[in-house]
């Protein structure tokens, strides 16, 4: 299994393995000192479709309203579509739970491949399926607004679709936001280039 870790707000960890990887997201940036730039938010991964079937599976009422917020800001990337679906069949899952002990807002675990591109080294996870979980305990402990928890949802859905951290403080993988910027839209069409 190899390593690989990512700079992302305070800390990213990600353990990367052919067939399955897992992923604890540092959610939080807080205020970003990084200068705005015009590049593409950058991507790691895709899903092998254009259109990604979800579950929301919490017996949250109200982080179920927050994923569904997450769910509608993600909708408008034009690219990919998103399609709800059983458990059972879905690519992505969308949770949150109490006792997690994570160290982080949220984590995700995905499943999948990873290819080369021989002519450029570049290497990018194929995912078969992704699971993120919102930590709920973590978040209350950090008083957030809902406003901040639906930004942190739609944080950690970018790295479900299968972007990265930017430095960009206007993307959604940058700063706290609840809408897609147009670096974010940009960086899934070209995460999403390859697939028809």
């Keep these: 299994m190899k390593q690989r870790g990512f700079k992302l707000g305070r ?17 939080f ?62 690519m992505m899952q969308l949770e949150a739970a109490r006792h997690l ?30 699971d993120g979980k919102l930590d709920m305990d973590y978040l209350a402990k950090h008083k957030l607004s809902r406003t901040k928890k639906v930004a942190t949802a739609v944080r950690l859905m970018g790295f479900m679709v299968g972007l990265n ?4 403080s206007k993307s959604v993988m940058g700063g706290l936001h609840t809408s897609l910027a147009k670096v974010d839209k940009q960086g899934v069409a070209y995460a999403y280039r390859l697939v028809n």
């Design 11 to 27: 800390r990213f960890l990600a353990l990367v393995a052919v067939s399955l990887g897992v992923v604890t997201a540092g959610l």
């Design 29 to 90: 940036v807080g205020t970003t000192t990084a200068s705005a730039k015009t590049t593409i938010t950058p991507s790691y991964a895709f899903f092998p479709s254009k259109t990604i079937t979800y579950n929301i599976s919490t017996s949250s009422k109200a982080y179920r309203s927050i994923w569904k917020q997450a769910v509608k800001a993600w909708s408008k990337n034009g690219t990919v579509t998103f399609k709800a679906t059983t458990k059972k069949k879905a």
């Design 101 to 130: 002990n994570y160290k982080e807002p949220g984590n995700l675990y995905y499943k999948g491949d990873t290819i080369l591109n021989q002519d450029t080294g570049e290497t990018l996870k194929v995912f078969k399926q992704v």
């Design 165 to 168: 951290s930017s430095n960009n």
